[in-house]
């Protein structure tokens, strides 16, 4: 029926609109934002005229190469403390008795369902010095009157995993709903200790899920930007900030794209070495005749 | 009769399988042809291709006389009782059954009368304000069929309509569509892969394997003298014994040379060569069997043999018996009271026996698993 | 077997970790005090304010216009596409479109918004609402795919090839059945798109231009720049409206089964 010309011509007018919109605001920006990288600044703040690698020069200083490094090592620990929160959560809620299993899920999206730029607020405040927080610790004695917690890497750290946190809990869940538990009964059974059951067979049974989870922070938090500019300060700047400051402050769209070109590849990276992956174990998985 | 549905030749392929291979069928005026077969036979295609939501690689439909081939669906005079029976869940029975009337913009009372009558047909009068959803599978079924009759179609098509039904249900429907058929009068196109009801609803029937037609006959006719082993397998039971024809004496019959036993007689009726390899199919409940050497006779194919399985069935008892190394499976009825009769038991020694007419000479034929 | 407790401490954490801010954002909006560390009673005082904001009431009017054309506009091609993406899944334009589909929900927001500064700026289009409107149909186009997409994955098409048979053309049996079947899908995946226009920041934030300052640029500003409380109540209504918004969708998306 695919060979059929009416079935064909079908298809091509339904998704045409679809199709000509998103090459028009999605594939021709990214294209251009390449483009726009190799050319000149203009004084008035726009694009000039000619080619020029100025821009891909200025990369290399050691001022945006020490924030590309900390976007890199902010999103890496984000990632890996949201991956060592999500896992346990997740269980449990796969674990969780049928009737509860919907509430638990619910409880954790629901924050999801609110303002982003409200919660990241919310911290903002609940950090700041005259905040809730802040006297809390004072009071317990744990910090002096001129700590800041906010306007660090830290701040940010925290306040990325809070937003990041459902969407990895959620891939986890449905991996873990889905893996038989049995299986960790069987180790058990065969003398595993219940961590040793819990890294050698469930981890791996969720793999799936974890690597979901993965990319689902990984990638967006690479190109975080309200976070670190609202809670980070000039400790906690990301490429996101540093772009925008590119457009607004300093007014030279082309080290804009040229640093947005950066963040394009990076995000690129891990979602084609994902591709590349799960081909590999496509294939593997044919072979060994395991179900997907 | 006139020919009134027609496919010439028609073929169709979905990427690496070839689920109909130029197969030419005449279903005629007021006719309950059934196409009966296993799944993957192609028949659901052929049904497919005469509603058209599908269009032949290769050959033409024809509804009376006319060519139907390049005709979308909307626009042919056949309509379809699908298997899942697709109701519209947003929509109240009176107002599917009632849609194609909708679509044909009939006056609205002539189509509150024709659903009033619809509703009457299939004895669901009081329903005609339920959902979808609050109906049973049996009820549902009623409704697709009399939303598709009550078009006045050439053609009904119905694609295993009875599959979703439990046993008795289906027993039912089978009578009722039955009663409808004789009622209504048109054409009806059905696809199964139960012979039994292929068998107790058509006037004829195609029997499919693997895009193609293996035989097209009344009920009786595939049941009793079936043409190709496929066929013999799949409707009732049958054994194969597998020889070569010795020569044939007369017009009539063939000696068979089957390992193990005695020449057997079989019936010709197709051109046989000698030294041609057959498959000689007998049907269990045209072998009799007893304790007794039966009277010969000219042309009685008689041999001894060893009760293997008894199986106990009430009106009647299967026996697996072994003769000339060929396993045999003997079904007899239990006309008479049997508890007077010596029983045969296991290991006895018996004769079993047929008539050279019962005994068919096909192709030899294995089916999967054996 | 002894199921070990510490997975559970974890959930309990997560979970309190997760309302904390927000219900201490709620309590302080009712909180009079200027910081948030003195409790001063219950008031009603910054919601007065907010009420008696020009800028904030501008920019509400602002952020709906926009909301309402562009679930409007996403809601015809995003179910346009989720009709094909399911129809016509294995074909290789379908593999395409789904790439394409695909990109606004994996992108990070800064990098839709910074290459559609420069696409307008380099098509000399002047930034503001149309810039904003483009840029969020762009985005929500993907979300109300996907939503109604997964609608579709339980559409039994043979009612489709029914209404065919029974006479109805292509248009007709889209008109009459597809699409009121489609509907909660439909409707979820609009207030979705709804939710997602009204609350953007980022990419609004690269493509507005001066007068059109929808309700989170607002927000934003109010918060980089000295932060009255009123963010608080502002903060809650939104939240509240969000919340509303997104349950609706849910239940719409989930209905039937």
Request: aromatic share 10%.
């Amino acid at each position: 029926m695919g060979s059929d010309p009416i079935i064909k011509r079908q298809e091509w007018l339904v998704s045409l609109p679809t199709l000509v919109w998103l090459t028009l605001f999605v594939v021709v920006p990214t294209l251009l934002v390449f483009v726009i990288a190799f050319r000149p600044a203009n004084p008035y703040g726009g694009i000039g005229a000619g080619w020029t690698l100025e821009n891909v020069r200025s990369l290399w200083t050691p001022g945006t190469l020490a924030i590309a490094w900390r976007t890199l090592w902010i999103s890496l620990l984000t990632t890996a403390i949201s991956l060592v929160l999500a896992v346990p959560t997740g269980y449990t809620i796969a674990r969780a008795p049928e009737r509860w299993r919907n509430r638990l899920l619910m409880l954790v999206v629901v924050p999801f369902w609110t303002s982003f730029l409200v919660r990241v607020f919310a911290w903002k405040s609940l950090l700041h010095p005259e905040g809730l927080i802040k006297k809390l610790l004072e009071a317990a004695g744990l910090v002096g009157p001129e700590t800041t917690l906010l306007y660090n890497p830290a701040a940010v750290v925290l306040v990325m995993v809070y937003t990041f946190l459902p969407f990895t809990i959620l891939p986890i869940y449905a991996t873990a709903e889905r893996f038989d538990f049995r299986l960790v009964e069987a180790a058990r059974d065969l003398g595993a200790r219940p961590f040793q059951a819990f890294r050698r067979v469930f981890l791996p049974g969720i793999r799936r899920g974890i690597l979901i989870a993965v990319l689902v922070v990984f990638i967006p938090s690479l190109g975080s930007y309200i976070i670190p500019d609202l809670v980070g300060g000039p400790g906690g700047e990301m490429i996101g900030n540093k772009i925008a400051q590119r457009v607004f402050t300093d007014r030279n769209l082309p080290q804009a794209a040229a640093l947005s070109a950066v963040l394009v590849l990076a995000v690129l990276a891990p979602l084609v070495g994902v591709l590349v992956l799960q081909r590999k174990s496509r294939k593997a998985g044919i072979v060994m005749g395991e179900s997907p | 009769m006139a020919e009134f549905l027609e496919f010439r030749g028609v073929s169709k392929r979905f990427g690496a399988v070839q689920a109909v291979d130029g197969v030419s069928l005449d279903i005629k005026k007021g006719e309950f042809f059934s196409l009966l077969g296993p799944s993957g036979c192609g028949k659901t295609t052929m049904l497919r291709l005469a509603a058209g939501f599908e269009r032949p690689d290769a050959g033409r439909v024809f509804l009376d006389g006319r060519d139907i081939t390049d005709l979308p669906p909307d626009k042919r005079r056949v309509n379809t009782v699908f298997q899942s029976y697709a109701l519209f869940p947003h929509m109240t029975v009176r107002d599917n059954i009632g849609f194609g009337l909708t679509i044909a913009k009939r006056p609205k009372g002539e189509i509150r009368d024709e659903v009033d009558r619809m509703l009457g047909l299939i004895r669901m009068t009081d329903q005609g304000g339920k959902k979808p959803d609050q109906l049973s599978g049996g009820q549902k079924q009623r409704v697709a069929v009399a939303r598709a009759l009550v078009n006045k179609p050439d053609v009904l098509l119905l694609d295993e309509p009875l599959a979703a039904l439990d046993l008795k249900l289906r027993q039912k429907m089978l009578i009722e569509l039955d009663l409808i058929h004789d009622e209504v009068g048109i054409t009806f196109l059905y696809v199964t892969h139960d012979q039994a009801e292929a068998m107790s609803l058509s006037d004829r029937i195609a029997v499919m394997e693997a895009g193609r037609i293996e035989q097209i006959g009344p009920p009786a006719e595939i049941y009793e003298a079936p043409r190709t082993g496929f066929v013999a397998a799949f409707i009732g039971d049958t054994n194969f014994l597998d020889g070569r024809v010795l020569d044939c004496p007369d017009r009539e019959y063939c000696r068979l040379r089957i390992a193990g036993l005695p020449p057997v007689l079989g019936f010709n009726d197709r051109s046989i060569l000698a030294g041609q390899p057959i498959a000689l199919s007998v049907r269990p409940e045209k072998i009799h069997i007893s304790h007794e050497e039966p009277e010969a006779r000219p042309q009685r194919n008689a041999f001894p043999a060893v009760v293997e399985d008894v199986i106990y069935l009430g009106a009647n008892t299967k026996y697996w018996v072994r003769a000339g190394g060929h396993r045999i499976q003997v079904l007899r009825q239990h006309a008479r009271y049997v508890l007077d009769e010596k029983p045969l038991r296991w290991n006895d020694a018996c004769w079993i026996w047929w008539h050279a007419d019962d005994g068919f000479m096909l192709d030899p034929f294995r089916a999967d698993g054996e | 077997m002894r199921r070990s407790r510490f997975p559970l401490v974890v959930t309990a954490l997560v979970m309190a970790f997760f309302y904390l801010p927000i219900l201490i954002l709620v309590a302080n909006s009712f909180n009079p005090a200027r910081y948030s560390s003195r409790w001063q009673g219950v008031s009603l005082v910054w919601y007065r304010r907010l009420f008696e904001s020009p800028e904030v009431w501008q920019a509400l009017k602002i952020t709906l216009v926009i909301a309402v054309s562009v679930t409007a506009v996403s809601v015809v091609l995003g179910t346009a596409a989720a009709y094909a993406l399911h129809r016509y899944g294995s074909s290789r334009l379908q593999r395409v479109h789904y790439t394409l589909i695909y990109q606004p929900l994996v992108v990070p927001e800064i990098l839709m918004g910074i290459s559609l500064l420069m696409a307008f700026v380099a098509a000399g289009v002047p930034l503001g609402l149309l810039t904003i409107f483009l840029a969020h149909v762009t985005f929500c186009v993907s979300f109300v795919a996907m939503t109604v997409l997964a609608r579709l994955q339980d559409f039994d098409f043979s009612v489709i090839e029914a209404a065919r048979d029974l006479g109805a053309s292509p248009w007709q049996s889209t008109r009459k059945v597809l699409i009121p079947l489609l509907m909660p899908g439909i409707v979820a995946g609009a207030l979705l798109a709804f939710t997602l226009s009204i609350d953007d920041f980022v990419i609004t934030f690269f493509v507005a231009g001066p007068g059109s300052t929808t309700l989170p640029l607002r927000i934003y500003s109010m918060i980089k720049y000295g932060a009255p409380p009123m963010i608080n109540a502002l903060s809650t209504l939104l939240l509240l409206v969000t919340f509303a918004a997104v349950l609706a969708s849910q239940r719409l998306s989930r209905s039937k089964r």
